[in-house]
């Protein structure tokens, strides 16, 4: 019973949702409107679109009609966790369909929120789209492998430094001569430099990303 009752505040308040291929379809009403990306997935970093197809619904099965000056008094929001921003939205050269550019900065979930009126009929929604992804969805051949052995050979460097730094501390390992100054310097050089190319190492490792 509890659940009848549930969807039946969700059909009156937020219309019937449901994905259509990758964009989501909410009905208001007499009105269908449709939210997605241009191109799908949507991938950080590169420039994309979100775009809107708002109709009205005839009363033939499967003939709908395009809204022309939909946004005229409507307002949409992308939203981001608790992050907002009111996007400029501009015209499809076809009635009812509209887009807003944007760029993806971060990987994870986004809604947009459409809030004000469509031909004097009151919207306040909020629609999710699809996930942003990672650029390595499109990287081929993948490079997840090769990446995890790099961190691992550099985990591996910098351990066998440290403990080489332990066993100068200990004086175990160098043999006691009258040059023994000379002989620890050299040590304490050869250190130096095998600390500073796993630096360069790093810094390469992370340029290349």
Known sequence: MKVLVFATIGLLFLGIISPVFAHT??????????????????????????????????????VKTGITNAFRDLQATAKFGGITKVLDISSDPRPGHYYSHVIPTKTGSLSIMLQGEINGLPVDIEIPVEDV??????????????????????????????????????????????????????AVLGLSVGAAAVILAVVALVKRK
């Open 25 to 62: 379809t909410v009905n208001v009403e007499q009105y269908e409107i449709e939210v997605g990306w241009g191109t799908e997935p949507p991938v950080v970093g590169y420039r994309n679109d979100f775009v809107f197809q708002i109709s009205e619904l005839g009363e033939n099965a499967g």
């Open 133 to 186: 992804e990672t650029t390595a969805i499109l990287d081929f051949p993948p490079t997840s492998g090769s990446s995890d052995q790099d961190v691992t050979a550099l985990k591996n460097a910098v351990s066998q430094i440290q403990k080489d730094v332990l066993t100068i501390k200990s004086g175990a390992g160098i043999e006691t001569k009258s040059d023994g100054g000379v002989a620890y310097d050299f």
